[in-house]
């Protein structure tokens, strides 16, 4: 059915996001009272989910299109923060933030129980150039942060080059980063043993269907 007639919506009391989306942020428990920057920001669910833990956020939204509709999204949740529409490469590099989020660009392959035609429409030149965006984003992340900052680096995708591979690389080059594993008892089979969440299209607990999505948590201790 047409989501703007179920209820409360126009009273701003909810937004949509897959559970697996939602997990990196619920599951920061210590992610309150932060001076947080969401460098890719649309539609919005992340940043939603930090406003509400009354961080510091400075959103980052580089695409015209997707900042008017996570716009919209804030003016109907009852929330005043401004949206910057700009390159997140290209952020301040004096400015350093507690939580830098990014939710890369990527193949978007974990939306294959939505979108069953994904692989039909990506070829080695998307996913070459989404490694490369991935890349530059984790590296601007490390510019961006505090001797205790976290990163949450996320992505709907499994492929291994978007995911595990992505975070090896990153490690390596800076060896003043570790991961700080995801906890939970209630969607452990989310998570892998390298503590990241980490899973195909799936059912949790109750029977809900979610996407394939990854997330990592990327701890600065100098």
């Not at 590099?93 to 990506?122: H, M, Q, W």
């Not at 997330?215 to 600065?220: N, S, W």
Request: glycine share 2%; hydrophobic share 35%; aromatic share 10%.
């Amino acid at each position: 059915s047409n989501i703007e007639k179920l209820p409360r919506y126009h009273k701003g009391e909810w937004w949509v996001q897959d559970l697996a989306s939602m997990l990196p942020i619920f599951l920061s428990k210590e992610l309150k009272n932060k001076r947080v920057i969401d460098l890719c920001a649309a539609p919005g669910g992340k940043t939603f989910q930090s406003i509400v833990k009354n961080n510091k956020l400075t959103i980052i939204e580089k695409n015209r299109k997707r900042a008017r509709i996570l716009s919209s999204n804030l003016k109907r949740l009852n929330f005043s923060n401004s949206i910057n529409i700009m390159d997140a490469l290209n952020t301040d590099e004096k400015e350093k933030y507690d939580v830098i989020l990014i939710d890369a660009p990527c193949s978007a392959v974990g939306t294959i129980r939505k979108n069953p035609e994904i692989f039909f429409r990506k070829n080695k030149e998307d996913i070459n150039k989404y490694l490369q965006i991935q890349k530059n984003l984790l590296n601007k992340s490390v510019k961006l942060s505090n001797k205790k900052s976290l990163i949450i680096y996320m992505v709907c995708s499994f492929l291994e080059e978007e995911t595990t591979a992505q975070i090896d690389d990153f490690l390596k080059l800076n060896k003043n980063f570790y991961i700080e594993k995801f906890k939970t008892s209630a969607y452990k089979k989310l998570i892998d043993n390298c503590g990241y969440i980490n899973t195909f299209p799936t059912k949790v607990n109750n029977r809900v269907k979610i996407d394939g999505f990854f997330a990592a948590k990327i701890k600065r201790d100098d």
